[in-house]
């Protein structure tokens, strides 16, 4: 898991406990009707997809090298965090049951906090739904999973993220550094939203409920 945001939010005992059972029993359809939680069946289709160069080098938390093998372990990896409310991993299917996407989110239930790194395969990148549905899943953490806070990373030359996160509404914060699942490190544009501001962005009409 990577590293909680910078503002640090205390969550009550009570809020801690709720956060962690959203997660553990979070229904993956209240984010897509093709969505469904990852399991190691899917483990080649999003070997598959994570090979492709253009899906995978601006992502800087993903298992490498990545082989079915590695991807399956990070698939296992992350049901055992959700297990404890702090991770889950959700896939978007094709018609013929490929993955077509990923969104992972991480949580920490004792700051209230997330964040999300995610992906869409090559060939429907570019269709103009990027941010759309990247908005979607900004209000799915706070709305869904009840944190109060989500902090968000772009490598320094990804102009695309960059533009669909603060198209979102969300606080640039300079730069920081994102550790990589080596312990290395890579530096990162860094922003931050609270749900009190994604709540003003939503009801002003700017971004999808």
Do not use: C, K
Request: hydrophobic letters at 40%; zero cysteines; proline letters at 6%.
């Amino acid at each position: 898991m990577s590293d909680p945001p910078i503002t640090v939010i205390r969550a009550s005992p009570g809020e801690e406990a709720d956060i962690r059972r959203r997660v553990r029993e979070v229904d993956p359809t209240s984010l897509g009707s093709d969505r469904v939680i990852a399991v190691p069946g899917h483990a080649a289709s999003l070997a598959r997809m994570l090979a492709d160069p253009r899906v995978s080098d601006p992502i800087y938390d993903l298992p490498r090298p990545i082989t079915e093998e590695t991807v399956r372990a990070w698939i296992e990896a992350t049901a055992v965090q959700q297990g404890r409310g702090e991770a889950v991993l959700v896939l978007s299917l094709d018609e013929d049951g490929e993955v077509a996407g990923y969104s992972r989110f991480s949580v920490w239930p004792d700051r209230s906090s997330a964040e999300i790194a995610g992906a869409t395969r090559a060939d429907r990148q570019n269709r103009g739904q990027g941010t759309t549905g990247a908005a979607r899943s900004f209000g799915w953490m706070f709305e869904v999973l009840g944190v109060r806070l989500v902090g968000l990373t772009a490598a320094l030359d990804n102009v695309r993220s960059a533009r669909v996160i603060e198209a979102a509404g969300f606080r640039p914060m300079g730069e920081r550094d994102s550790r990589r699942p080596d312990g290395t490190l890579r530096r990162s544009l860094y922003w931050e939203m609270t749900a009190e501001e994604w709540r003003r962005v939503r009801d002003a009409g700017d971004a999808p409920s």
